[in-house]
């Protein structure tokens, strides 16, 4: 989950109140945030994926100092006019069609601000952003730069300028290469033909996003005072909201926000708008899903510590602009929740009167598995994931359903026999005294059209002794023993496999259904496993034996 | 009383206890083997009878040479006495080595032997050696040589109680190869306690005829009533066994279910392989989601992709879309039912609960559902990692159900697994609203400790599956951190590594 740093002091004045450390601890944790640490004057916070707008001091001290009631409601945010136009050209609409942009002025950037605004830019990067695919960000100094923008597209090849911290001029091209972050995110623009670019008035190039900005003119320095800040990406409504968070964490830094006409091929937008959203909300629908008996205007006071704000004439509850995560009402419940505070509901159980009821598969492979505690065997417990080399190289069968991206080395597919996997751990335990007389239950995959994923999936019983004397009829006996048990008889044909040895081996039959195979493991088999001694299984399908029955 | 408790070969080796007796002394007396008369001490030591004192000496044996030597003679005795046969000639070295049955070794080391000591004189003939007895030789066969009255003593010998020439015969043979070895021997006496006293004096009690077992001829003839049963040592340590045995896993799990079906759940099942459909989008979860990433889902190669349900289908792209019907916002964009379609190994046992939902009808509720299965996440194995593990989870389906109805099941399930407190933070997972986190307060920690999470499924995820809005309580943990903690193994692995003596050794699931 992604954290944000904080510099005690300036989340204290922006709070508007000290905390002692045990209250700051307890809140955080309340709010629905997790205190990582406070050491010194740097206090980490950890911020659920779903409030990426309390990922800078600012958006978390906003929203803690309305949760302790400092200063609740609905923050006003003035938006002038600057003037200024980005020109949008249509050769983007392929490659990153998008852009949000702003202008925030009169900001006294030192060591500490400049922190704070990478900061924000690298969080919203990396959780809302999904690492620059969803929105990329970038901040200029506005000195440095002259309007209008214009957002193009054009052949990498072509355009070339001096990325940050870089040397020398490169090509869009050179950058994927050449250039470490090139490097880190080339993969976003993978396959296409023409890069995006912001160019200003005198096509000195801005930045290439979603990569890297120019080292010339997209790096604010100490000199800066008024920066241009766009959001670029696939979907206007995301963007907007990205940049809202950012503009108004910059306005309460004491920035001033200007806006700016974004000149699309089709439309002219003004970004940013940082006017709330209205909701509409149900208190019947509220008081349900908390149990509780609140008013509408409690419910208005409690959304106020959470930042919201009340249209009286329109009973509309007004969201902030820059919150991403609300999108029904339910949302609105939680908040309401989160106000009132967690631990001041009741604990209540209503009288419902249902029946447990254990699945029934697994009741019936339980009164097996008792059967064979009581014979003395020992239960394992084997993966699912399994490895494709023992299934061919070692037990000689064909191969099974593969996993296309695993990352553990040796675990590459998904189960194909449970004999198999008592082979395997048979083989593990070598070292252990014998005899070994081991069972286990698991699913078994194989490929079946008449289901949806295409993979039918069943519980098998596997059991397998393996001791110097391990044979045909100690195994036979076991079987006999769980079929007697149950009261119904089996039949056996014989069977010719790579994995059992001839004349020693055969299928179960039940009721005219194939639902197992028994036998003596074939030498060569037990001689890939490397084991030493004979071994003796059966295997019996639990799904099929239990559907007959 | 004490004779009550005597096993047979304590009775025997009693007559012959006396201070100082030793070990071999008793084994002699009593005809017993040596374990016999060990474990007739031992247990007379458990019983405060007697001390065993156990102390050790150097003893001197004959090595296989020295075996040998002793019957034969040593190689350069040997040697000079078939020179002495023919005292005016020189003998090949050969013929020497084969009349006097020596090994080619020792003919060398008998010859370089007698030279040193001017015993024989030799000369070199067509690159053969050939020796002949000298005066010195002749005079050393006249008495028997120090070693050779040493090898012929009766041996084990005390290398403390060595006289002066015998040590010197002694130090000569133990510099040759394998004549003489030194063993350290133990020597065990005993030395009696007081109890041993009345013991000793009551010799009729140790006449008495004690039955060792009950057998069933004496049941049948009833004769068991004029026998005496003689007094085990209880406390005495008996030989490990061990029987069939579940997995320690499989047993916790059977306890958590029993948890479950007790609070009146229904158990969920399902498959492990789905689709992206129903483990993910189904839930609400965004097509943007980090979770979906290669890294954290393991995907099916072949076949890679599902049928979907062709109803549901056109529901959940218009919930992600737009919200559909619910009233939610949606999260916008497009919905890509290729994205939908991949075959995954399922990330989380709520997919069970999603199919749960969606079977169910109006009329089914109030209903409550459990499981405690597999889900998969695709990391490399570690000793803190594994790729596949066990979530534990329930929902609750109730037209009435709240928060405060959550917060009130979740205190009643942690109370069942044994946790007095409870407490809840607020939390965010993709698919509740309002989500919760559960800490519950460990007892002998003394602290709160986060156990899993909790929440109200969201409108867009009930709606579509169920057809109505009911508000679907939902809880859940994973399962092998507990594990480990409980049976204090620090590497996550060791849960499934499947060595068959821990399976056998560790304790059972409480």
Redesign the interface.
């Known amino acids: 989950m992604p954290t944000v740093t904080l510099n005690k002091t300036v989340f204290e004045k922006l709070v508007g109140k000290k905390l002692r450390i045990d209250e700051l601890k307890d809140r955080i944790s309340m709010l629905g945030t997790d205190l990582e640490s406070i050491e010194g004057n740097e206090i980490n916070v950890e911020i659920f994926p779903n409030r990426p707008d309390m990922l800078s001091e600012q958006g978390f001290a906003r929203a803690f100092s309305s949760f302790i009631g400092e200063k609740t409601g609905l923050r006003g945010y003035d938006i002038k006019k600057s003037g200024e136009k980005v020109i949008i050209d249509k050769s983007v609409s392929k490659v990153r069609p998008y852009t949000a942009c702003a202008i925030v002025k009169n900001i006294k950037f030192d060591d500490e601000k400049i922190r704070e605004v990478i900061q924000i830019q690298e969080k919203l990067h990396v959780s809302y952003g999904r690492n620059r695919k969803k929105v990329a960000i970038g901040v200029y100094p506005m000195e440095k730069i002259r309007f209008p923008i214009t957002f193009f597209a054009e052949d990498p090849k072509k355009v070339r300028f001096l990325p940050l911290e870089a040397k020398r001029e490169m090509t869009g091209l050179q950058v994927l290469s050449q250039h470490p972050t090139g490097r880190d995110y080339g993969h976003l623009l993978e396959g296409q033909s023409k890069f995006p670019f912001f160019k200003d008035a005198d096509n000195k190039i801005l930045s290439m996003p979603p990569i890297i900005n120019s080292h010339d003119v997209g790096k604010v320095s100490e000199e800066t005072k008024d920066v241009f800040i766009e959001c670029s990406g696939f979907d206007y409504d995301v963007l907007a909201k990205c940049l809202n968070m950012i503009v108004t964490a910059l306005s309460d830094m004491g920035g001033e926000t200007y806006s700016i006409e974004l000149i699309y091929p089709d439309k002219k937008i003004t970004s940013p708008n940082l006017l709330p959203s209205k909701m509409s909300f149900d208190v019947d629908y509220i008081n349900k899903r908390l149990g509780l008996d609140l008013k509408e205007k409690e419910i208005v006071v409690l959304l106020s510590k959470m930042g919201y704000g009340y249209d009286n004439s329109k009973r509309k509850i007004l969201v902030p602009s820059y919150r991403a995560d609300v999108l029904h009402q339910i949302d609105l419940v939680e908040d309401i929740a989160i106000a009132y505070g967690y631990e001041n509901f009741e604990e209540t159980i209503p009288k419902v009167a249902t029946i447990g009821q254990e699945s029934k598969i697994e009741s019936f492979a339980k009164k097996i598995v008792d059967l064979l505690i009581g014979l003395k065997l020992t239960e394992v417990y084997s993966y699912n994931i399994t490895s494709s080399e023992a299934v061919e190289k070692k037990f000689l069968a064909s191969k099974p359903i593969m996993l296309s991206n695993s990352l553990s080395e040796g675990f590459d597919s998904v189960r194909s026999s449970m004999i198999c996997s008592l082979l395997d751990i048979l083989a593990r335990n070598r070292h252990n005294e014998y005899p070994q007389r081991i069972f286990d239950l698991g699913t078994v995959f194989s490929r079946s059209a008449k289901e949806d994923t295409g993979i039918k999936e069943e519980l098998k019983l596997a059991v397998a002794l393996c001791e110097e004397k391990a044979n045909f009829t100690d195994i036979k006996q076991i079987l006999d023993y769980i079929f007697s048990n149950l009261d119904i008889k089996y039949e056996l044909s014989e069977l010719s496999t790579k994995q059992f040895l001839e004349g020693r081996s055969g299928e179960i039959i039940f009721r005219g259904k194939k639902i197992g195979t028994i036998g003596e493991v074939h030498p060569q088999v037990l001689e890939n496993f490397a084991i030493e001694y004979p071994v003796s299984t059966f295997e019996l399908n639990i799904t099929e034996l239990h559907r007959l029955i | 009383m004490i004779a009550d408790q005597l096993h047979p070969l304590e009775r025997k080796v009693i007559p012959f206890l006396k201070d100082n007796v030793s070990f071999e002394e008793l084994m002699e007396q009593t005809k017993l083997k040596d374990v016999e008369v060990m474990r007739a001490l031992q247990w007379l030591s458990n019983k405060d009878i007697l001390t065993i004192n156990k102390s050790r000496r150097e003893m001197i044996a004959l090595d296989d040479n020295g075996l040998l030597y002793a019957k034969d003679g040593l190689p350069e005795m040997r040697f000079l006495k078939v020179l002495n046969k023919t005292p005016e000639d020189f003998v090949s070295l050969d013929d020497i080595q084969q009349e006097a049955g020596l090994s080619q070794q020792e003919a060398g080391v008998s010859l370089g032997a007698l030279k040193s000591k001017v015993a024989i004189s030799t000369e070199n003939k067509d690159k053969r050696l050939f020796a002949k007895i000298a005066p010195q030789g002749k005079k050393i066969l006249e008495k028997e040589s120090l070693e050779e009255q040493f090898l012929n003593k009766s041996f084990p010998i005390e290398l403390s109680a060595l006289k002066d020439e015998e040590r010197f015969a002694y130090d000569n043979l133990s510099k040759r190869r394998q004549i003489i070895k030194l063993d350290s021997q133990l020597i065990i006496t005993i030395s009696l306690k007081p109890k041993a006293e009345e013991l000793l004096q009551d010799k009729s009690s140790l006449s008495v005829n004690y039955e060792d077992s009950i057998t069933h001829e004496m049941l049948k003839s009833g004769n068991w009533k004029d026998n005496r049963f003689r007094h085990y040592d209880i406390k005495i340590n008996v030989p490990k066994i061990s ?5 320690f ?2 047993q916790s799990i059977d306890y958590i ?1 029993k948890v ?10 399902g ?5 992206a459909f129903w483990d993910l989008d189904a839930l609400f979860v965004p097509q ?1 989601h ?1 979770a979906r990433t ?2 954290d889902t ?12 062709a109803g549901l289908k056109a529901k959940i792209k218009a919930i992600h879309e737009t ?1 559909g019907d ?8 497009k919905w890509s039912e290729d994205e939908a379609s991949v ?1 995954l ?1 399922r990330t989380h046992t709520t997919v069970l609960s999603a199919r749960t939902i969606a079977n169910l009808k109006p009329e089914d509720l ?3 559902f459990f499981s405690v299965n ?1 889900v ?1 996440r ?4 570690t000793w803190k990692h594994l ?2 593990f066990h979530q534990v989870e329930g929902i ?1 389906i ?1 037209p ?6 959550l ?6 399930f942690y109370q069942k697994l044994g946790f007095e407190k409870v ?6 997972f993709p698919y509740t ?4 986190e559960v800490d519950v307060f460990h007892p002998e920690k003394k602290e709160w400790i986060e156990l899993g999470g909790a929440g ?1 499924f ?3 995820l009930v709606k579509p599956l169920l057809g109505i809005e009911v ?1 679907v309580l939902a809880w859940g943990q994973g399962l092998e951190r507990g594990i480990m903690q409980y049976y204090g193994f620090d590497d996550i692995r060791k849960l ?6 821990t ?2 050794e560790v304790k059972i699931w409480k």
């Open positions: 029987g069939g045995k579940r997995h896993v499989r279910k479950w079906l007790e609070l009146g759940f229904k158990e969920m099942e498959n492990l392989i789905q689709s943007d980090p290669e890294q393991f995907y099916i190669k072949d076949p890679a992709k599902a049928k979907l349900p919200g619910t009233g939610s916002r949606g999260w916008g964009g075959n190994l109030p209903a409550k597999k998969f695709n990391e490399s194995l790729f596949e609750v109730d009435n159900a709240t928060l405060k109805h917060k009130g099941y979740l205190r009643e407490r809840m933070r607020p939390a965010h609203e309002p989500s919760l109200i969201r409108p867009e508000p499934y590594d499947n060595d068959i003596k399976i056998k």
